[in-house]
Nanobody
Framework: VQLQASGGGMVQAGGSLRLSCTAS????????MGWFRQAPGKERELVAG???????VYADSVKGRFTISRDNAKNTVYLQMNSPKPEDTAVYYCAVRDARYGDIRVESYQYDYWGQGTQVTVSS
């Protein structure tokens, strides 16, 4: 199983960026997926999660600005980042929880498959 994340880069505050993560080797349409981030010196935190049914969970810090979605036909999860702020600067990771029809969990240890991470840098 591989998760390939892409779409990171540099963006100005107030701009927009879309991250993508495509899974290969297994179909994850029935499994919860999420985006985490980790800034230097900080713990890895859940940014957004989406269940197989499409329900979503967001960190308070990104509510109203970021949107998570999934395309099961493409085995891909997206994170649309609108109006990013400098404090959103981090390495972003996609992850899959190996729990069929399971719920979204906020703890990173609950997730079993991880992408390689993509750097997002927001300039002021």
């Amino acid at each position: 199983v591989q998760l390939q994340a892409s779409g990171g880069g540099m963006v100005q505050a107030g701009g927009s960026l879309r991250l993508s993560c495509t899974a290969s080797g297994r179909t994850f349409s029935r499994y919860p997926m999420g985006w985490f981030r980790q800034a230097p010196g900080k713990e890895r935190e859940l940014v957004a999660g989406i269940s197989s049914a499409g329900s979503t969970v967001y960190a308070d810090s990104v509510k109203g600005r970021f949107t998570i979605s999934r395309d099961n036909a493409k085995n891909t999860v997206y994170l649309q980042m609108n109006s990013p702020k400098p404090e959103d600067t981090a390495v972003y990771y996609c992850a899959v929880r190996d729990a069929r029809y399971g719920d979204i969990r906020v703890e990173s240890y609950q997730y079993d498959y991880w992408g390689q991470g993509t750097q997002v840098t927001v300039s002021s």
